[in-house]
């Protein structure tokens, strides 16, 4: 018997940041029942917390890979009477099914379809990683290079790609529609919807049911990452970034975004009722890159604009345009501020806190509306060291909660070696006050290669958790995640 590649290993995962130590590939799909518990999970919590996270299936056809590639991997931790249980399960796509088929990856670099293994042409390539969305009575897997996938809130079982009964024209959807609290209506957006560079980017109004009752269209100046969106209840912004998609660069085999800040950053504004014949361009004074929007508010004919700003590109995950030696430089909170009363093109921008930091929520009842406080992942040096560099950044080490009213920070440090991730709220009861929830939070325990959830009561950081979930392994570093209300999980 011969043995044809005797001098090369098996399927092995390469020994890179991507791939090692706590952001090794997870790969297992499973349930753990009653999860040990240490303290009190809060009576009255009953629902689940969903997840996505991108967890490689396979190493990667061409060796390496971004972590934004890997395939859609959902944990779901249920909550009922003061007990918790974890499932955890793969989005059926048909990347994952040829792939497994094949026992091998045959998609290349992160929505590259010219560093494809030619059997999968034309093969949908969507990893359904990054969202999880709960609207009109349907789960769904987000990733903003393809449609949704559609999930069973119990089972995790995947459905299959959900186009709105075929209203969605595009093949993409973004992972981060917005739903407004005060109407049910979930407002979404597509950009290269056939999966190409394109300037054009669809509107979505979706009805609080669930249906897509209208979608337009409007150009940007250029085709680029559009990751986040921000509503007010009379408006739907977007700031426009240089993170350029330049398909002849696409076309040659290099990555599917470039940062080429000789662009401009405009931020549009469009009219919820009006629509895009409505929209009007602001141009902001600085160059740089959203990474996740916080909120936005209405104040008299003036637009508040809260998000995290880069002054560079993200560079950890897609080159500079021109300068190899380019660094990526961290995020802040700022305030953009436009007047939709002036005739002028401005930006105001104003930055909120001296925290470096990422991965925003608030209290989600007050979407649109101005709100005191807002929550995010951070590394504070005076609490506990900062951890080695991840294949996103440097890991966070605390969860803030700053008050733009007192300009108070309140911290949770997550302890030695340990590393929070975007933490959700959750309120206490319908009608609590701003604030008066529930964080829950994924935190690495890196040193013993598991992982925990705790629960902080949100008006209070700095006591800790009142709860922390040990899970019994460690579950992939995650994006992002929402609260399935507990009929949705069949209690
Ligand atoms: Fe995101």
Known sequence: MTVAHAAEDGLRFPDSLVFRGYAAPVRIEGDVYDLEVIGRIPEGLNGAYVRASADHAYPPLHGKDIFLNGDGMIHLLRFENGHADLKTRYVQTEKLKRERAARRALFGHYRNPFTDDPSVAGVDSNTANTSVLWHGGRLFALKEAALPMQLDPRTLETLGPWNFNGKLTGR????????DPKTGELIAFSYNTSGQASKEID???ISPDGELVRQETFEAPYPSMVHDC????????FTICPML?????????????VWDPSLPVMVAVIPRKEGVKGIRWFRSPIIGMETHTINAWEDGSVLHLDHFFTRSGWLSQFPHASD??????????????????????????????????????IDPRYLGQKTRRFFFGTANPALGPML??????????????ADLETGELDYY?????????????????????????????VVGRRAENRTDVVILDACDLAAGPVATIRLPCRIHEGFHGTWLP???VGL
Request: proline letters at 14%; glycine letters at 6%.
């Open 388 to 401: 080695d560099w991840g294949p996103k950044g440097p890991p966070f080490t605390c969860l803030c909660r």
């Open 230 to 237: 921000l509503v007010s209840p009379n408006y739907i912004a």
């Open 413 to 441: 440090y997550a302890g030695p070696d340990s590393s929070p991730e975007e933490p959700l709220f959750v309120p206490k009861s319908a009608d609590a006050p701003e604030n008066d929830g529930w964080l829950i939070c």
């Open 324 to 361: 190899p030696d380019a660094h990526e430089l961290p995020p802040f909170a700022e305030r953009w501020s436009v007047d939709l009363a002036s005739a002028d093109d401005s930006v105001s921008i104003e930055r909120l806190n001296e925290q470096v930091g990422e991965m925003p929520v």
């Open 203 to 205: 509107l979505h109004w």
């Open 245 to 257: 998609c330049d398909w002849e660069r696409v076309k040659r085999g290099e990555p599917y975004f």
């Open 486 to 488: 507990p009929q949705a």
């Open 172 to 179: 993409t959807f973004t992972a981060h529609p917005k739903i």
